[in-house]
């Protein structure tokens, strides 16, 4: 991603623990509440960027990422967090950048629509922007970090067991699971902004996920954090 001197970079978190390692490394920073939210603005390097914990679930994404776009002119969104995994590839540790996202509980079917179509908008697979993606995975590369480029689905639910992790890997080809990014995608989408979604993996979406969760969470989201904020300044 090239960074001239009118981008400003949203950065939507849904949890502190995502966020609060991105919010040392912040330098000019100012604080706002706007509605329920809490937004950051600072410089990380040489970059503009504004910080939201935005809160679980696609309804406080997607409230997040409208008021970045339109309080803040954010021209770049990214979506960064912890994800479980939809794929026997991904290991804990590892880590998505999304190609496209999809609503798996979008449901429509009953009127003849493909499941996930986002009504409005028409499309089921919300696009990631290819050359950020593209630009991560040669980033990660260089730090010999895996990386996985794929699609990540998007639920107000938290995956308990296969029964409910495999149709959606099977009908997306999703590779990851959480409860944010779509919602991010649909609005950015919607207003022509582009987004990506990075995900570092803390569950294998299985029967134990939800402990496999809570012991990996807070390692897996500074990891991702620290990575994530060298690519920022960078200027890849």
Do not use: W
């Amino acid at each position: 991603m090239k960074n001239s001197s009118g981008t400003i970079i949203g950065i939507i978190t849904a949890m502190s623990c995502e966020a609060k390692a991105l919010e040392t490394m912040l330098t000019h920073v100012k604080k706002e509440k706007v509605g329920y939210g809490t937004f950051v603005s600072g410089k990380l390097g040489d970059k503009s960027v504004v910080l939201s914990v935005c809160g679980v679930g696609k309804v406080f994404a997607g409230v997040c990422a409208s008021i970045m776009i339109v309080n803040y002119n954010c021209n770049h969104i990214f979506n960064i967090g912890v994800a479980g995994a939809l794929t026997q590839e991904l290991d804990i540790g590892d880590t998505v950048c999304a190609t496209a996202t999809v609503q798996y509980d979008m449901d429509t079917s009953a009127v003849g629509d493909p499941v996930g179509l986002i009504s409005g908008i028409n499309v089921v697979e919300l696009p990631c922007d290819e050359k950020t993606a593209q630009d991560l995975e040669s980033f990660y590369a260089a730090k010999s970090i895996k990386l996985k480029k794929g699609i990540i689905a998007s639920g107000d639910r938290f995956f308990k067991g296969a029964d409910e992790r495999l149709p959606v890997a099977e009908r997306f080809g999703a590779c990851a699971g959480e409860m944010e990014g779509a919602a991010v995608g649909q609005i950015c989408y919607a207003n022509s902004v582009p987004y990506n979604v990075i995900r570092a993996i803390t569950d294998k979406a299985g029967g134990d996920a939800g402990q496999q969760y809570i012991d990996n969470l807070e390692d897996c989201a500074t990891k991702l954090a620290q990575t994530f904020a060298d690519f920022i300044r960078s200027g890849t």
